[in-house]
């Protein structure tokens, strides 16, 4: 499971359309946030602001603990708002990535493995850092599962990770 201070320790915001994606809006982050989690954003939203928006008043009152009735009211708080879902889905990636990373094993055999399992769970996108051997290369299972090449990737994922956080700060602030 998530916390979406994960997501605020990057510096990232926090919207509807990025709780909708990781609550049941999504896939690859589907039940990443939890229902408990995201009653707590709404209560901390409405000790925030002055004039609260009435859905989340009513949001607050009637959903706590049942899925069905959040994902009814995410999705209408998702409609009010006009965030990009891509950059949203981007935010997640970053986290996930990171937070998956954390829980690698230092052996190179498992830990190239789990590097694959990350990626495949987002479809292998394009612009993922990862090399999948074998997979649009040439290299050999005895190059590819070494210390050296699984240290080297690591090091390409981190300088992903603060790549695409920045390039996202960037974009949001430009945005608000």
């Not at 915001?13 to 995201?38: A, H, P």
């Not at 230092?106 to 399992?117: A, I, N, Q, S, T």
Request: aromatic fraction near 12%; charged fraction near 30%; charge should be negative.
């Amino acid at each position: 499971m998530m916390q979406l201070s994960f997501f605020t320790d990057k510096g990232f915001r926090i919207s509807w359309t990025l709780v909708d994606i990781g609550f049941l809006g999504s896939q690859e982050f589907k039940n990443e946030l939890s229902i408990k989690e995201v009653c707590k954003y709404a209560r901390t939203l409405l000790m925030e602001q002055k004039h609260p928006d009435d859905l989340l008043i009513e949001f607050e009152w009637e959903s706590y603990l049942d899925e069905g009735i959040v994902d009814e009211y995410i999705k209408r708080l998702v409609k009010k708002e006009n965030i990009s879902r891509e950059l949203e889905y981007r935010k997640w990636r970053v986290v996930y990535v990171a937070k998956m990373i954390e829980l690698l094993p230092k052996d190179p055999l498992y830990g190239l493995l789990g590097l694959g399992e990350i990626w495949l769970k987002m479809n292998n996108p394009s612009d993922m850092p990862h090399i999948i051997q074998g997979v649009g290369n040439t290299i050999g299972p005895v190059d590819y599962y070494t210390k050296k090449n699984y240290d080297d990737l690591l090091q390409k994922h981190y300088e992903w990770l603060g790549n695409e956080t920045q390039e996202i700060i960037n974009i949001q602030n430009q945005v608000n």
